[in-house]
Each structure stands twice: as C-alpha cells, then as structure tokens.
C-alpha cells in the first residue's frame, strides 16, 4: 500500500540529544521503549522530560511489552504519547486506547504469520524479525518477501535489522509506509550514532522520492 513520501522512526530515544539529532536529521517520529529488560529502556519520568523539550509536529511513540492497560494508560497521559506501539503477545481486542493511534508489531516468519492481519483495529502493522524470545531491537533482518505481501494491504511499518546501507533496498523492495531503526544507528546500546541516523534518513528520503 504505497502512501507517498517513506517516513521514517527511529526508535529507542534515550537522551534529549539523540532527540534533537534525529529531529533535525528528518526523523518524522521518535520511539521511546518503556519495556524494563531491554538496554534501551527509559521511565516515564525520564521520557516526559525529554519530550517536553522537543519541537512541534514530529510524533512521540511508546513502546510497550506485554503491559497493563492500566499502565499504558497511565503512561500515554504522563507523556502525552501520540501513539502506542504493542511489541508483546497482544490480542486484537487489546490494542484500543482513546486518544491515541496504535500500532501492533509483529515478529514474521513464514506465510502463516499474515493470516489474520486484518483483525488488528490499528493505524498501521510493524514487521519485525522474528528472534525466539526478543520483543525487537535485535538488529536481525525480517523477511522483505513477507512484508511485501502485507504492504499491499495495510500500512506496514518496516522494522528488523535496517541500516543505513540497506534501507533503500528494503523500502524498494517492501515498499511500506514507514521504515524504524534503532540498533542500526547505534555507537552503543541505548546510544544513536549522529552520523548513522543521519544517513539512515537521508538514504530513507532519498529512496522514497524515487518511488
């Protein structure tokens, strides 16, 4: 399902200058994961803070793991989130929130994980890879092939393994809404690389314009 201009996320902000960077580098949104056991982890304290401080018109992304709604709640009113990202085992009937967009990641692997796509009530799917036991944020490359198939249905948020030497493959190959990063632009876990985003966003943009 081709939208128009590729935009791009990178995810796992865990600094105000990693923020500002990704924003004046092109970023159209920034993912802040607010799942305990991964590296890139930040509280809701620290997140509110960094986001209070950022300009208008880029979108704030929450990442969740298996959560409550509760706490999901809880965190979309702390942090004036614009949309939830729900990378666990939720349902489809788990992934309403008022007031917010909402994107369910799934991990692919083989045909039989697009059956039922449709079931999701969300803005838009991300495709991860599929890592037995990780919830994303491994830098192991998904299935294009897959994501191909879906984009041709629903907006797809390409995600798993995306760097800056391969994300113009990946979006003339998938041709999804929108492309996520987070490992891919590191110098270290938890800690984005100005030159790698840099890049990754231009070479995003760039491939995009030519569709």
Known sequence: MNRGAVR?????ITTIEDA???IASGADALGFVF???SPRYVSPEQAALIITQLPPFVSVVGLFV????????TIIDRCRLDIVQLHGDETPSQCQ???VKVVKALRIRSQQCLVGLEDYPVSALLLDAWVDGAYGGTGELGSWGLAAQAAQNFP?????????DNVSAAIAAVKPYAVDVSSGVERSLGHKDPRLVQSFIYNAKTMSEKK
């Open 8 to 12: 791009v996320k990178v995810c796992g």
């Open 20 to 22: 500002l960077h990704a």
């Open 35 to 37: 799942y305990q056991k």
């Open 66 to 73: 298996n959560e409550t709604s509760q706490s999901i709640r």
């Open 97 to 99: 929130y008022d007031g």
């Open 156 to 164: 797809v948020i390409l995600a798993g393994g995306l760097t800056p």
